[in-house]
């Protein structure tokens, strides 16, 4: 990314205009040195990784090459709009338990046949077939606690008050107290976040299935 003293970016392949209203050729960033490029203010910024769009809200990035990002909720979060209704967006866990079910469902769909088959005619269901599909349920209902027993502290009854005051303003036990809460709430989103790692050995080789993605082979 190019930046004009520190205030605007310019597009490779683009045309601008400097302060005198000169307009420069679309081909500047190809066929300009790198000092002609500093003589009218231009400098290369390096942009910095983007965060993990999956658990951030992530705006950027800036003229420095850096990006704005907030934590998704990991719970449910319900808000009372200005008519009196309840709206609650679903947080990641949520989202996430229903996209197991739903992935759950997918992997079995394909023998659901041998079951009505043995509800209905009382047709034996292969053996295999039980046996992963036994191994599916059990990995959803796994999934879904792993995802479940994560959960964010209690909210200290002080805590909002303490927060929104300055830095500087709080006294020691308020510093504490959002410190560790903050810490708290920091180590639930990491530990959310850890769901989606795949384990690896000391070679960097995978080992298994991310616990999130732990699903049996067919």
């Not at 930046?3 to 970016?9: A, D, P, S, Y």
């Not at 290369?44 to 950027?60: C, E, L």
């Not at 479940?148 to 005051?165: F, G, H, L, R």
Request: aromatic share 8%.
């Amino acid at each position: 990314m190019y930046v004009l003293n520190g205030t605007k970016e310019l597009k490779p392949g683009k045309t601008w205009t400097d302060d005198n209203g000169v307009q420069h050729p679309s081909n500047w960033a190809s066929v300009w040195s790198d000092d002609v490029k500093a003589s009218y203010g231009i400098k290369k910024v390096t942009i910095q990784a983007k965060p993990d769009s999956m658990f951030y809200q992530v705006n950027g990035p800036a003229l420095d090459g850096s990006w704005t990002s907030t934590a998704k909720n990991i719970d449910d979060v319900t808000v009372t709009n200005f008519d009196g209704e309840k709206i609650t967006t679903l947080g990641l866990k949520s989202q996430w338990i229903a996209r197991t079910k739903e992935t759950a469902n997918n992997l079995l769909a394909p023998t659901d046949w041998q079951v009505i088959a043995k509800a209905e005619r009382d047709r034996a269901i292969d053996s295999d077939v039980a046996t992963y599909r036994a191994a599916v349920i059990t990995a959803c209902a796994a999934i879904e606690k792993a995802i479940t027993d994560i959960t964010y502290p209690e909210t200290p009854s002080n805590y909002e008050a303490a927060k929104a005051k300055g830095e500087d303003d709080r006294t020691d036990a308020e510093k504490k107290i959002v410190s560790d809460y903050d810490a708290e709430i920091a180590a639930a989103f990491t530990s959310f976040k850890d769901l989606f790692n795949t384990p690896v050995d000391s070679d960097g080789k995978p080992t298994g299935n991310a616990p999130i993605h732990d699903w049996p082979e067919e």
